[in-house]
Every structure is written in structure tokens, then in C-alpha cells.
């Protein structure tokens, strides 16, 4: 067995296609999640304006809301998305620094986009609390979707962290991947 695996590993052209068409492979999720985000956007928007319109506040906040999902999706591009083309073409030094840049600012992304969603849904949730609906007497309903949108703000923010916990991972596994003499 040692014996076919020092042969094996004399075989270099035979290991390094086995290891780029692996770490292809671990990346693809990363691929269908910016695709996904993207067929996500138009129904997330669509939502929010029935959400809006229930709770009679303004539409600026759904539009507000598509806006700044469509720049963290294009930003998603850059900081999730690895090319296929990438582990065919690309030396395994440009494809460890790719990896690499993609975690940092991912993590700058992070730190920038979860406080900006924080502070639309609070002014999102004022907003409901504070609207007026001519046909109610009571603002019962009002405080119901305020506390729901809490409980979806904070389910939507621990899923966040489970996706950006599980991207940073992906690339660390493909990063420890690339043998060291390759780097």
C-alpha cells in the first residue's frame, strides 16, 4: 500500500486535476447560493410589499429593502462566487489568494451589511408600530407584526451566520487543500 501510494504521488498531473476537480466541487454551493439570491430578490421584494400595504406603511421601505438586497447580492458575486474556470485555468498560488481575498472581504461585508439590516428593520418595525389603519380600533395588530419581525430578524440573522460560517469554511477546506509547495 505505501508502495502504490509513492507512486501515486509521483503521478503529479494525475493528483493535481483529482484536487482541482474536488475543490470545484466543494465550491459549486457557493455558485447556486449567489444564483439563488438572485431568484430570491423579486419574490423577497414582492413580499414586503404585501407587508407594507398590511400594515398601511409607506413603500419606500420595500423599495429601500430591494435596493440595498440588490447591492449585497452584486456584492455577493465578489465575495462568494468562484468561476469553474478558476481551478482549470488558474495557478494553485492565484486560486489560494482568490480564496483568500474572497474570506476578507467577506468578513468586511459582514460588518458592514448586518448593521445596515438591523437598522432597516428597526425603522421598518417603528414604522409598523406607528402606522395607523382607519378600520382598526386597537393597535393590536400593529405590536403582533412588530414582534414577528422581530422573531424573523433574528432567525433571518442566525441563518445569515450559519451561510457566512459555512462560505468561510468551504474556502478554508479548499485552502488547506492546496498543497503547501503549490502555494
Not at 75 to 93: A, E, G, N, Y
Request: charged content about 20%; glycine content about 4%.
Amino acid at each position: 500500500m505505501a508502495a502504490l501510494k509513492r507512486s501515486l504521488d509521483k503521478e503529479q498531473i494525475v493528483n493535481d486535476r483529482l484536487l482541482r476537480t474536488v475543490m470545484r466541487q466543494k465550491a459549486s454551493w457557493l455558485n447556486k447560493f449567489v444564483i439563488s439570491e438572485f431568484i430570491m430578490l423579486p419574490i423577497l421584494y414582492l413580499m414586503f410589499v404585501g407587508i407594507c400595504a398590511f400594515f398601511h406603511v409607506s413603500q419606500w421601505y420595500a423599495f429601500s429593502l430591494l435596493v440595498l438586497s440588490l447591492i449585497d447580492v452584486l456584492v455577493d458575486i465578489r465575495t462568494f462566487r468562484i468561476s469553474p474556470k478558476v481551478f482549470s485555468t488558474c495557478t494553485m498560488l492565484e486560486v489560494r489568494r482568490l480564496l483568500v481575498r474572497q474570506k476578507k472581504e467577506r468578513f468586511i461585508h459582514v460588518c458592514i451589511a448586518l448593521p445596515l439590516a438591523i437598522a432597516w428593520l428597526i425603522l421598518m418595525l417603528c414604522a409598523i408600530a406607528n402606522a395607523t389603519d382607519p378600520l382598526a380600533s386597537d393597535h393590536m395588530l400593529n405590536y403582533s407584526g412588530v414582534v414577528g419581525g422581530i422573531i424573523g430578524g433574528i432567525i433571518g440573522g442566525i441563518v445569515v451566520m450559519m451561510i457566512y460560517r459555512k462560505a468561510q469554511k468551504t474556502n478554508d477546506f479548499i485552502i488547506n487543500d492546496i498543497p503547501e509547495e503549490n502555494a
